[in-house]
């Protein structure tokens, strides 16, 4: 499921205007499964789903048709898809949605093979850590991605005024005098700013000025934090992978050495084990039991 996941992360939200219900959403299908995310800006519902979900369900909703479960998630891609990039969805495709109790049910009605065809996202309150994920913390990245934007923009200001004065020094002058502007003043512009369009530009609505004019934004500070926790966990294997290393090395250089035996006694016992007892002469014996009563060395004698 890490790769619904993960597709789902890196999805832009989408407005959706169904009956009298305005939306935030977005999806990720794929042969293994879907998951899916609704917001109405004051919860978040979800639902996450199998392809042995997906075949149960699909046979209680549409007795009349078989298909792998593969057919019925390309069905239902085709289906979203238009939906949720703001284009007319075919006619033969109507969306409502209801909500029951904490649940909110997004209900497909369309055609398949001549047959009608039903869906229902059966989405459930979205966990806090997920909200964080999709909403919380890619919001705080844009915000700080767009304060850096300004930041930039104030300095690309303040080198424009710098070669403006340098021209003006040299002599040059407008030949258009409603060209003529005023030295940037960074203080200045912010306070002007919160006081005539900061109002405006905090009018969030129904959450469509967000998906209108942002979600660019948000598709590239949702791919950076996928990049980033990636590489977090490469090195967090890395790291794994070294300390085991060293600590094997470790556990390798600390055991006490065995000390070193004669070359030739290890061979030496061996042959003697072999032989039969009854066809050793007296010295023979004599040489076996003497190895016999000889302690052998273990690895801490």
């Not at 915000?143 to 850096?148: D, F």
């Not at 794994?240 to 006490?256: G, I, K, V």
């Not at 004669?262 to 010295?283: I, N, R, W």
Request: proline share 6%; net charge neutral; glycine share 4%.
């Amino acid at each position: 499921m890490e790769e619904l996941e993960q597709g789902l992360l890196m999805q832009p939200w989408a407005w959706l205007q169904l009956a009298e219900n305005s939306l935030l959403a977005k999806a990720y299908i794929t042969k293994q499964g879907y998951t899916l995310l609704v917001s109405d800006l004051q919860q978040v519902w979800h639902e996450q789903v199998d392809t042995s979900v997906v075949s149960h369900r699909a046979k209680e909703l549409n007795k009349r048709l078989t298909a792998p479960p593969a057919a019925f998630l390309c069905h239902l891609d085709n289906l979203l898809r238009p939906l949720l990039k703001n284009i007319a969805h075919p006619s033969e495709a109507t969306f409502s949605c209801d909500r029951v109790a904490e649940a909110l049910i997004l209900r497909v009605r369309s055609e398949l093979s001549g047959l009608p065809f039903y869906w229902n996202f059966h989405c459930i309150l979205a966990s806090p850590s997920l909200v964080s994920q999709h909403l919380i913390r890619p919001l705080m990245g844009m915000s700080l991605a767009l304060q850096c934007h300004v930041k930039e923009l104030s300095t690309l200001l303040r080198m424009k005024d710098l070669e403006i004065q340098d021209y003006q020094e040299s002599g040059a002058m407008l030949s258009r005098g409603r060209l003529k502007t005023e030295p940037f003043e960074e203080n200045a512009f912010l306070e002007q700013f919160m006081v005539e369009k900061l109002p405006e530009a905090c009018r969030v609505g129904n959450g469509r000025p967000f998906v209108m004019h942002l979600q660019s934004l948000y598709v590239a500070v949702t791919k950076q934090e996928v990049q980033m926790g990636q590489k977090h966990q490469d090195t967090v294997s890395g790291d794994a992978h070294t300390s085991s290393s060293t600590s094997l090395q470790a556990t390798d250089n600390q055991l006490p050495r065995q000390p070193e035996q004669p070359v030739s006694s290890a061979p030496a016992l061996s042959v003697l084990e072999k032989e039969p007892l009854d066809t050793s002469g007296p010295m023979q014996r004599t040489q076996l039991s003497k190895v016999k009563r000889k302690k052998p060395r273990g690895l801490f004698s």
